[in-house]
């Protein structure tokens, strides 16, 4: 089985995803969650310490702010990974209550704009690339605001900001169809993502987080249409029953990530030289964490490892002589391999556990950190 397609294939995890988080009704609190942003990075090293597949860690502003960038770089480094996206916040100001970047006050938006300004000489500190803006913006009640005058201000208010980005550095832009506001959100989806994008200039790309479409929805079609265009910047990866559930990636629908990765390999975007970033979103609400993120990174690898598997050639012949029910036959094919020991003796030629989530629980890492940062007050959302 050749699985060379695997190498230098990353994930990038999210900081939030150590510390508590729930649903309106109940957050379930868990022993040892990290007090501090290194505390964060510290537990997204386990991850990579037992993968090797998740060196970068995204970071949220202001939840992740603190007073020496460089000390935060440098302890990163020391652990082997480094500082990713950074994901402005946008949504937990009062004075954002009608909006932020469309906001009908300008000096709102300035405040929004200005924000991301901050978030621009952050990532110079942090070394990171990726400036991810999830613009939580929109209505709830047709009449409130124009949807029109909404979309002017969002154009004036990322022009000010792409305006500002380095030379290597990038905007990316994500789209929800629904939440916080129910009427109508001002990037509700790809095209109004894609076409301020493009408005804005080749720094700017689409992030598609796969828990932000509307049930049915054929997220590799999308993700096949933005690869065309050369703006799919990232993934936000999770899995969803019900609506933007950011549950663990490949635990809903483990074929869709599989047909989401085929669209992938077939332009060999995996490969680190196309740009995308293949980030993790998601919250471990009753799961513990640091195994949930282990078994995300992994799933998303079992994923790719499967859709290189596809008989690319045998596919287009098919395809080209109308074999219907031949062509099926051989995505199913790759699809239905179980990669799993494959897997494991990649990772034991690597020095890697053959069970990373077995490792971790060995490793005991769980109970000294409960007891180190007992007594402390978690850090994430809000902190
Ligand atoms: C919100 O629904 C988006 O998925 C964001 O990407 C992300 O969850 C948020 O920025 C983290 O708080
Ligand atoms: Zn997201
Ligand atoms: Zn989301």
Redesign the pocket.
């Known amino acids: 089985m050749n699985l060379d397609g695997l190498d230098g294939f990353t994930v990038e995890v999210p900081s939030?995803a150590y510390g508590n988080s729930g649903t309106r009704f109940k957050v379930f609190a868990s022993p040892g969650v990290p007090r501090n942003p290194y505390e964060k990075i510290a537990d997204a090293a386990q991850v990579h310490r037992l993968t090797g597949l998740a060196p970068r860690i995204s970071l949220?502003i202001p939840w992740d702010v603190v007073d020496d960038w460089s000390d935060l770089r440098a302890h990163a480094e020391k652990l082997g990974v480094k500082l990713g996206a950074i994901?402005s916040n946008l949504f937990q100001d009062d004075e954002y209550k009608l909006g932020s970047l469309c906001h009908p006050d300008a000096a709102i938006r300035d405040k929004a704009v200005r924000h991301h300004l901050r978030c621009i000489e952050i990532m110079h500190e942090t070394g990171s690339s990726d400036l991810k803006i999830?613009l939580p913006d929109g209505l709830n009640y047709p009449g409130q605001d124009s949807l029109r005058g909404r979309q002017d201000r969002l154009a004036e208010s990322l022009r000010r900001i792409y305006d500002e980005l380095g030379d290597d550095q990038r905007i990316l832009l994500?789209y929800?169809f629904f939440e916080p506001y129910f009427y109508s959100m001002d990037i509700p989806d790809w095209g109004t993502s894609l076409l301020h994008c493009l408005a804005l200039g080749e720094k700017a790309t689409v992030v598609l987080?796969t828990g932000?479409h509307a049930p049915g929805t054929n997220i590799e079609f999308i993700v096949m249409q933005l690869l065309r265009q050369g703006r799919l910047g990232a993934f936000?990866f999770n899995s969803r029953f019900y609506a933007?559930d950011d549950l663990i990636v490949g635990a809903a629908d483990p074929f869709q990530l599989f047909r989401i990765m085929s669209e992938i390999v077939a332009v060999d975007a995996h490969l680190p030289s196309s740009g995308v970033n293949f980030m993790l979103?998601q919250c471990h609400n009753i799961e513990e964490k640091i195994p949930g993120q282990i078994r995300s990174v992994l799933n998303v690898e079992q994923a790719l490892a499967k859709a290189l598997l596809i008989d690319r050639s045998a596919l287009a012949t098919a395809q080209r002589e109308g074999d219907v029910l031949g062509a099926n036959e051989i995505l199913m094919a790759a699809y239905e391999t179980d990669v799993r020991a494959a897997l494991a003796d990649r990772r034991e030629a690597r020095g890697l556990p053959r069970d990373p989530v077995k490792a971790f629980k060995a490793s005991g890492y769980a109970s000294t950190v409960s007891t180190e940062r007992a007594g402390g007050t978690q850090a994430g959302w809000g902190a």
Do not use: G, L, M
Request: proline residues 0%; glycine residues 0%; charged residues 55%.
């Open positions: 939030w949220h994901n999830w994500e929800k987080d932000h936000d933007d979103d």
